[in-house]
């Protein structure tokens, strides 16, 4: 019986599938863009049941309206050969239906046995965070790595799955260790570098953290657009906070934007950016009209809650029609939905897109009203502590922009514990203590900057 480059055991495939299976598994892990070799595989020989399953996830990862019936066309070529299929990838089929059907707590589930039963099969242990993450469940992110660590003790992707999922709990030292680890296995294991660099963000290692990721950047060839764009993302990060907007903007036009700009996940990274760069006080021209052209399909899309309310801002900050659809959309989901995550679109969604639609319109004391309501459970809707940090960012800017300058200033003196010199903070800082009538501490705000 043939094997995978993890050694899990494959039941039939060709050498040309097999050749794609393994692109798909180590891909996958890597970030690498030789994932998606397994959709010619998957073609070329339609008797592998595996082949046709990864083919049929590589389509749902496209997070995008459509993709269920691409992904349908695979799961039904592995039904039919699935007759001689092993075990593991009969779990793995059934996972593929439910993903289909739009049942991710059955997807998981099903994950779950995958693993324990097969602690080698990395792939499926990444998928399981994949799922968590998207529904913010970082304790879920951490037990999934911790099981197959012993497994594959001196796997590089093993550790940076860990780093990811303490860094998650805010187990910020087990982080770093775990990130350290898997980069002295291989420099090149991008989600370890990710997850250090969400380490020195949170830690205030601002300097650090653009000399790290800077570095890192030699290694960033072959990455699929999410991987590399959103390091560069992060490096931007960095970047904003030490004031030097030149670097920002180099990272936003040379590397951010402009990789796959139909992907979800360049287009919610573009959006989150230049957010935030306008939050600093930055001026970005007319960029916000070339990411808009882009989301024109997105009107409708509430596949994920986490991208639709980036997707309804930056249709707003464009001005254009669609966020008000989008808008329309979100407001029957969270009345009518049924699904599994049906209280997040009400409770949390519902007032969180209509917290940054009113701030993208200037409409400032709505915006806090309604993101006074989301932000304490918008870790429900998914993404990081640093991406979700936008919807703090964007409150705060509320705060400031309807002059509730004492709340302001609680605020931003809580951000100066991760970010004690930021240029951008201690600005506005500098600002709200004028506005308080507190010269001396305005005076001192101004004087924080990074030399």
Not at 96 to 115: F, H, K, S, T
Not at 268 to 286: F, K, T, Y
Not at 296 to 307: E, G, N
Not at 349 to 377: D, F, K, M, T
């Amino acid at each position: 019986m043939a094997q995978d480059a993890l050694g899990n055991s494959i039941s039939a495939a060709s050498d040309a599938a097999l050749s794609g299976i393994d692109d798909f598994v180590s891909g996958f892990l890597a970030y690498e863009k030789k994932a998606a070799n397994v959709l010619g595989a998957a073609d070329a020989d339609p008797d592998s049941t595996i082949a046709q399953i990864y083919a049929g996830f590589s389509w749902m990862f496209l997070e995008a309206a459509g993709a269920e019936d691409q992904a349908a066309l695979y799961l039904a070529r592995a039904q039919q050969s699935a007759g001689g299929a092993n075990r593991r990838e009969t779990m793995m089929l059934a996972q593929l239906e439910r993903w289909i059907a739009g049942d991710i707590p059955g997807v998981q589930a099903i994950g779950e046995q995958i693993v324990d039963e097969f602690p080698t099969d990395l792939a499926s242990a990444k998928l399981h965070q994949y799922f968590s993450f998207n529904r913010g469940d970082a304790a879920s992110m951490l037990r999934i790595a911790r099981k197959i660590e012993a497994a594959s003790p001196e796997n590089p992707h093993v550790h940076g799955m860990l780093a990811f999922g303490y860094e998650q709990m805010h187990e910020i030292e087990k982080a770093e260790l775990a990130a350290r680890k898997a980069l002295s296995l291989k420099e090149k294991e991008p989600w370890a570098q990710h997850a250090l660099a969400h380490v020195m963000l949170s830690q205030g290692r601002v300097r650090e953290g653009v000399q790290f990721m800077g570095d890192a950047s030699r290694t960033w060839v072959d990455l699929n657009s999410f991987m590399y764009t959103h390091n560069w993302w992060h490096k931007a990060l960095f970047h904003i906070s030490l004031g030097d907007e030149q670097s920002v903007f180099d990272a936003y036009d040379l590397h951010v934007w402009g990789q796959e700009k139909d992907y979800s996940q360049d287009q919610v990274g573009a959006v989150s950016l230049l957010a935030r760069m306008e939050i600093a006080g930055m001026s970005v021209g007319n960029r916000w009209e070339d990411v808009a052209n882009h989301m024109r399909s997105r009107a409708r899309d509430t596949i994920q809650p986490f991208l639709t309310i980036q997707y309804l801002y930056g249709l707003a900050r464009a001005e254009r029609a669609e966020a008000d659809l989008l808008m329309q959309v979100v407001e029957d989901k969270a009345r009518s939905s049924d699904a599994f995550d049906r209280l997040v679109w009400h409770d949390v969604v519902l007032p969180g897109c209509r917290g940054v639609l009113a701030h993208a319109r200037g409409n400032y004391r709505e915006a806090v009203r309604y993101l006074s309501i989301a932000n304490p459970r918008i870790a429900q809707i998914g993404g990081s502590h640093a991406q979700r940090d936008l919807f703090g960012q964007i409150l705060l800017d509320a705060h400031l922009k309807a002059g509730n300058w004492a709340i302001a200033q609680q605020l931003l003196e809580m951000r100066r514990t991760w970010d004690p010199d930021g240029v951008p903070l201690n600005r506005a800082l500098a600002m709200v203590y004028e506005k308080l009538g507190k010269p001396e501490e305005a005076a001192q705000a101004a004087a924080r900057h990074y030399a």
